[in-house]
């Protein structure tokens, strides 16, 4: 059974940092891409960033370009999101992604359960 | 880039047939045939419903079907079940490693 369990939510103040990570388990992590993917509160989804099976390819949106940085222990069977100079509009579920495949992956057959971030001061 | 547009809301009796809209431009869904379409019941994790366009992913019923013409992508949910009320969200790849997603339509079955 494919599983993923994201952590490391929390309330950060504006200009923070927060590191998630999610733990996965039930298949072969390193041959699927992993992506992270928010909902802010009453909100739609919005894709973050994806990250190749390899780890070798990332993919940010543009407006987490350059402030997260997405990376992934095959080792482990972790992903994890290092998000810096947090602001009041990347308040949101955050939730860790399956790709449907190892490159690119434009969907995503399971998901885990989210993990808040809240940025206020 | 702007989110896809959906309808805020979409509504059927239970047997009925519902048809939820996704319109973006042909820089994303008009110009790949990588449209996705996921539901989610509230306080819940999204669930693939739907992947390049019109495929099912196993465990999906066959009620649920996708299609697109020109930059209009559409999901139909045949068959009505109360179990379908949720909130329903298109994406699309939009070129240069980009992913867009639909603002979200509430299916509800009245």
């Known amino acids: 059974e494919v599983q993923l369990l994201e952590s490391g939510g929390g309330l950060v103040q504006p200009g923070g940092s927060l590191r998630l990570s999610c733990a996965a388990s039930?298949?072969?992590?390193?041959?699927?891409?992993m992506s992270w993917v928010r909902q802010a509160p009453g909100k739609g989804l919005e894709w973050v960033s994806l990250i190749s099976g390899s780890g070798g390819s990332t993919y940010y949106a543009d407006s987490m370009k350059g402030r997260f940085t997405i990376s992934r222990d095959n080792s482990k069977n972790t992903l994890s999101l290092q998000m810096n100079s947090l602001r009041a509009e990347d308040t949101a579920v955050y939730y860790c992604a399956k790709g449907v495949s190892s490159g690119w992956s434009d969907s995503f057959d399971y998901w885990g359960q989210g993990t808040l971030v809240t940025v206020s001061s | 880039q702007s989110a896809l547009t959906q309808p805020p809301s979409a509504s059927g009796s239970p047997g009925q047939s519902v048809t939820i809209s996704c319109t973006g431009t042909s820089s994303d869904v008009g110009g790949y045939k990588y449209v996705s379409w996921y539901q989610q019941h509230p306080g819940k994790a999204p669930k693939l419903m739907i992947y390049e366009v019109s495929k099912r992913p196993s465990g999906v019923p066959e009620r649920f079907s996708g299609s697109k013409s020109g930059n209009t992508a559409s999901l139909t949910v045949s068959g009505l079940q109360a179990e379908d009320e949720a909130d329903y969200y298109c994406?699309?790849?939009?070129?240069?490693?980009?992913?867009?997603f639909g603002g979200g339509t509430k299916l509800t079955v009245v």
């Open positions: 994406s699309s790849y939009a070129g240069s490693n980009n992913l867009l």
């Open positions: 039930g298949f072969t992590f390193s041959s699927c891409a």
